[in-house]
């Protein structure tokens, strides 16, 4: 495999941990503070098997760090550059929806 596609393969791997809502809402859990895994649990409103494997996944990728404190662990992201991606993406899409309901409730 030549450079450029191993480049255009690893681009895709990085967006594809953004391809999941579940992460997408970990992410915006995380992004401000560093955080136990229970309060993800409760903030995201999903089971900790669920939460934990997803926590994985972004560890893994080296988008979020871990530490152990007792028998609790806290995730914080190491990546800002996912924060910024994240934000920029969501205000994208919410300003192009907020543009389409505008544009809909003025041909009525």
Known sequence: MDETAQLFDDVAHYFSLLADP????ILFTLCQDERPVNDV???VGLTQANISRH???LYRAGVLGRRRDGNQVFYRVIDPNFV???RTVSVTVAS????????AEAKD
């Not at 579940?22 to 809402?25: A, G, W």
């Not at 192009?96 to 544009?103: K, N, S, T, W």
């Open 22 to 25: 579940t992460r997408l809402r």
């Open 84 to 86: 910024d991606i994240l």
């Open 41 to 43: 649990v409760e903030k």
């Open 55 to 57: 926590l994985n996944i």
């Open 96 to 103: 192009r929806d907020i543009g389409e309901f505008l544009g």
